[in-house]
């Protein structure tokens, strides 16, 4: 699941609709490199617009 919307990863982000962001899918996901974390990419856009850096 993503801990940002709380969506299941298999689902679109909870900011689809909320948020549109230069043609990312509301359902592609990404990986962090460093721990291996998985999130929405909107989510991820959200959150760094959001200023939660």
């Known amino acids: 699941d ?3 919307c709380m969506e299941r990863l ?3 982000s909870g900011y689809e ?3 549109s962001y230069k043609g990312i899918k509301p359902e592609l996901v990404g990986k ?3 721990c291996g974390h ?3 990419l909107l989510c991820l ?3 760094y617009n959001n ?3």
């Open 2 to 4: 993503c801990t940002i």
């Open 10 to 12: 298999a689902t679109a």
């Open 17 to 19: 609709g909320v948020l």
């Open 32 to 34: 962090l490199g460093k």
């Open 38 to 40: 998985m999130y929405h």
């Open 45 to 47: 856009v959200a959150m």
């Open 51 to 53: 200023g939660n850096k």
